[in-house]
Nanobody, 124 residues
Framework: QVQLVESGGGLVQTGGSLRLSCVASGRTFSRYAMGWFRQAPGKEREFVAAISWRGSSTYYADSVKGRFTISRDNAKNTVYLQMNNLEPEDTAVYLC?????????????????WGQGTQVTVSS
């Protein structure tokens, strides 16, 4: 069982930055690939970024490529999402997820555990 708790969301102006964190419980964190997804009001949940269990591979949605960076610290059971040059279209609840997958991790069905999410609001 893995429990995930996100933090770091907030209100920021267009062009600003935020860093999200997701802390996982349990001693097997390093076995899991981790992903970030987001869901805006009235829209389906969408993939944002994923990182392999070692951190050696990352994958991004085209909409955030070059602006967002996913990273992890297995010693701290934490995965991060650095978000730069934020746009109003990035406004959403951001959720982290953990799963054992050998694929890119862009599909939510690859993940077994989900956090509750943290709100990110980008004002224009």
């Amino acid at each position: 069982q893995v429990q995930l708790v996100e933090s770091g969301g907030g209100l920021v102006q267009t062009g600003g930055s935020l860093r999200l964190s997701c802390v996982a419980s349990g001693r097997t964190f390093s076995r899991y690939a981790m992903g970030w997804f987001r869901q805006a009001p009235g829209k389906e949940r969408e993939f944002v970024a994923a990182i392999s269990w070692r951190g050696s591979s990352t994958y991004y949605a085209d909409s955030v490529k070059g602006r967002f960076t996913i990273s992890r610290d297995n010693a701290k059971n934490t995965v991060y999402l650095q978000m730069n040059n934020l746009e109003p279209e990035d406004t959403a609840v951001y959720l982290c997820a953990a799963g054992i997958t050998s694929n890119r991790g862009s599909r939510d069905r690859e993940y077994d555990y989900w956090g509750q999410g943290t709100q990110v609001t980008v004002s224009s």
